[in-house]
């Protein structure tokens, strides 16, 4: 492959699929509007419901997080609105698009760069002599809840990255659009955090801010694979099960870790696009080796 090809292959479009089958929807004709409005209300019977009856799935896990298949929902109905059957069956497929992270040194950040964050605050808790939960790690339940969170990943990134991220990118640019979405992902996990304070209720939605923001930067680089969104954002969901944030302290170091690196993702890479034509040289050393190999 000559340097113009690898430099046209890694360049971001803010298509929806490389084969161009899901992108051959206008995404001018996509309204990011209709469709947070359409999951708010598909949101609304899990609220209600999940306040009035206090139900938890699991500890610390209230029922309401079930409404996590509202987006992907919304998207299903919007784009068989507009394209039918077949423009439904292409934007499920993009579960399992992981042809698309391409070169293949981009599984290095999507399996470790968020886990990562999460790790370094546990260890910069014990440095400081920050009382914290020591991590229970047992394979079974660990593979359990990576499955149960790989479901609830889909059903939210099929929406947020599968349906409304493009046209959101092609309006306002990367940056602005990843914090747009994240504002609204956050609106919508407030009541998972009823009970905390309003200060922590504050760093969670800075978090989850600064983590769109990351997986916006991952979903670019990895030519839009849904499927590098919904690993990443599942084996962080487990990351927080085995390292929970049981204090103040935890929410705050987790969310300034995150803000941080979201802030220099977005100084070192285009803004416009959180990505570029060109890998950061230790990873195209890696990747090259990896070639060779």
């Known amino acids: 492959m000559t340097g113009d090809e690898q430099q046209e292959s890694s360049r971001p479009s803010f298509r929806s ?10 995404l001018s004709g996509r309204s990011p509007l209709t469709f947070f409005v359409l999951v708010f209300t598909l949101f609304l019977p ?28 919304a998207a299903v109905i919007l784009v068989y609105k ?14 399992v698009d992981y042809k698309q992270i391409r070169p293949t040194i981009w599984y290095i950040p999507v399996v ?10 546990y260890g910069l808790m014990q440095l400081l002599g920050l009382p914290h939960s020591l991590p229970q790690f047992s394979v079974v339940s660990t593979l359990l809840f990576f499955g149960v969170f790989v479901i609830f990943a889909l059903g939210e990134e099929l929406g947020w990255m599968g349906y409304v991220i ?14 747009f979405l994240g504002v609204i992902w956050a609106i919508l996990h407030i009541p998972l955090h009823l009970g905390h304070s309003t200060l922590v209720i504050a760093l969670a939605s800075l978090h989850l801010v600064g983590v769109r923001v990351v997986l916006v ?22 990351m927080f099960t085995l390292f929970p944030r049981n204090s103040f302290d935890a929410w705050l ?31 195209e050393r890696l990747g090259n080796r990896q070639q060779e190999s």
Do not use: K
Not at 255 to 281: C, E, N
């Open 112 to 121: 470790l760069l968020l886990p990562g964050v999460v790790v370094v605050r």
């Open 82 to 95: 507009t394209d039918g059957t077949a423009a439904v069956t292409s934007l499920l497929g993009r579960s």
């Open 166 to 179: 493009d046209p959101m990118q092609e309006r306002w640019g990367a940056l602005r659009a990843s914090i």
């Open 253 to 283: 170091i987790d969310t300034l870790l995150i803000a941080g690196l979201a802030l220099a993702l977005s100084l070192i890479w285009d803004s416009r696009t959180l990505a570029s034509t060109r890998l950061p040289g230790w990873m």
């Open 46 to 73: 899990f609220l209600i419901f999940g306040l009035a009856t206090n139900t938890y799935l699991f500890p610390r896990t209230p029922v309401t997080v079930l409404a996590a298949i509202c987006p992907a929902i």
């Open 17 to 26: 699929s490389a084969d161009g089958s899901f992108a051959s929807s206008n």
């Open 217 to 238: 930067w991952l979903y670019n680089n990895t030519r839009n694979s849904v499927f590098a969104v919904v690993v990443c954002h599942a084996i962080l969901n487990v």
